[in-house]
């Protein structure tokens, strides 16, 4: 029997087990057991991983393990017993551990949960559809056909801006430019976000200054917000501001707060007004279970299910 978890501190709140048990309630697995999730709360990583090693085929990891991780595996891929994929690399922390045939594989859901959420927005229907079609690494795919559609979505190069510079504004930074996005930078403290650039020139990150927000948010046709607060400067948006500056498709907002989210009921009016889509963080925590899901168990999770569980 494979026996799946969470490690981070504190994580007794979080809404993984219950996506989980929602995504594979009608799965067994091979011996006939039903897949279970497990919260491994604890404050030492070491004791954590331990667990990991010794009891589970695979984790997630949040907070403050995330950095940890990514570390150990990196220490395991240089003895060819790890794998760390190309955006985990980039962003320098990994969410989800793998045990496979070559080593402890580092993934992140952050990242390939934004690509998921946003490609949704942009092609509705396309999540469902490609899971069907390529299974467990369904987003590869997605990531694949958006990028190959990028000229027929838009009608010049698209632009995107990321609001706050953590781990989650890290991974949608990667995410963005990923995709095909000119990505701007904001962070309240500006030296975070020319780090960041700094330390990935290869995607040409743009930083600005807070005091620009609401110009940037104007003229970027993708905005991923990740700060913890609201801005007051989003009290000030107009829908001509959250309206899309391409012929092709309005703007998309994309939150990562899904507890207490910046952009209220005011601003969501606004958004429809001027034709903008807006992904509540829940939906991005949606695509981050539904593609870590995939890839800890090798199976396709139910989705409908899932997000019935959000309801």
Partial sequence: MDRFGLIGDPIKTSGSPALFRA???????????PYGYDLIE???????????????????VTAPFKEKAYARVLALAAEGKGLISGPVAKIGAT??????????????SDFTGIIVAVAEAYYPGITREFLKEYGDRFFIKIHQFFRACLD??????????????????????VAAAEMGFATVLMNRTPEKAKAIADELPEYGFIVDPLTDFK????????????????????????ADDYAGRD????????????????????ERIKMISADATYIEGKKWL??????????????EPDLS????AQK
Wanted: charged share 20%; glycine share 10%; aromatic share 8%.
């Fill in 247 to 266: 012929s092709g498709h309005g703007k998309v907002i994309l939150e990562a707060n899904y507890k207490n989210p910046s952009f209220g009921e005011e």
């Fill in 215 to 238: 110009e940037a948010v104007k003229e970027c046709d993708l905005v991923i917000y990740t700060l913890p607060a609201a801005l007051d400067e989003i009290r000030e948006l107009s």
């Fill in 95 to 108: 969410n989800l551990l793998v045990k496979t045939g070559n080593g402890i594989e580092a993934h992140n």
């Fill in 286 to 299: 949606l695509s981050q279970a539904l593609t870590g899901y995939s890839l800890m168990t090798g199976i």
């Fill in 152 to 173: 027929r979505t838009f009608t010049r190069e698209p632009q995107a801006l990321v609001v706050g510079c953590g781990g989650a504004g890290r991974a949608a930074a």
């Fill in 305 to 308: 299910a899932m997000e019935n």
């Fill in 23 to 33: 995504a594979y309630s009608d799965k067994v697995q091979a011996d006939g057991t």
């Fill in 42 to 60: 604890g404050s030492d990583f070491e004791s954590s991983y331990s667990r990991f090693l010794s009891d589970y085929k695979a984790i997630n």
